[in-house]
């Protein structure tokens, strides 16, 4: 008798430990279809975020390059057409800034003289200015130094326009006398005997 009692009392406890380990299965296995369905979840919404970065890339790609190609013609004969190309590189977003000529593309730092860089770089600070317009004054100093003089009153014309089209107020130091040709408010500061004089 004593056999079958020990007998009895190990087959409850070895069922009370199947029961104990079939409800930690099926606890396992409720929280795998949940976790399942989240990664599921959480690759639809990256898919979706991918199509909206991409969207949204194309959208600023397309601002940046439209802004700067325009101020470029504007002051350029035969002026480079500029091209911004946002692509995924080691996991991060990276931004290739590039000037187009007919079927070449090349670097703005490789590209020739007559102040071109300068010219793209002033259109670029603007066209990141239009992305965020937290404020409506811009500060330049000497921004187009490296502009050939031939270029500096068409230079001027590219500020005017781009002041009135986007609506802002540029506030720009030189030393070139046509880069004021199209100011509306002209301030001439002469240093005198260590002293600056306002005209």
Not at 76 to 96: G, H, M, Y
Request: aromatic share 8%; charged share 25%.
């Amino acid at each position: 008798m004593v056999d079958i009692e020990n007998i009895k009392k190990s087959f409850f406890q070895i069922k009370g430990k199947k029961e104990s380990i079939e409800e930690r299965i099926n606890k396992i296995n409720q929280s795998l279809i949940l976790k399942e369905k989240r990664l599921s979840n959480i690759s639809k919404a990256r898919e979706v975020i991918q199509i909206v970065a991409q969207q949204t890339q194309q959208k600023l790609e397309f601002h940046i390059s439209k802004l700067v190609t325009t101020a470029l013609s504007a002051v350029l004969n035969n002026a480079p057409e500029f091209i911004v190309k946002i692509s995924t590189r080691r996991n991060q977003s990276e931004c290739d800034l590039l000037f187009q000529k007919e079927d070449s593309l090349m670097k703005p730092i490789d590209s020739s003289g007559g102040g071109v860089l300068d010219i793209a770089s002033f259109a670029l600070r603007i066209a990141y200015w239009s992305l965020r317009k937290n404020r409506y004054t811009l500060i330049f100093d000497e921004p187009f130094r490296n502009v050939s003089h031939n270029y500096q009153s068409k230079v001027s014309k590219m500020v005017k326009m781009l002041s009135e089209k986007l609506g802002i107020q540029v506030i720009m130091v030189s030393h070139i006398p046509e880069a004021i040709d199209c100011a509306d408010k002209v301030i001439e500061v002469e240093m005198k005997y260590g002293k600056s004089y306002i005209n």
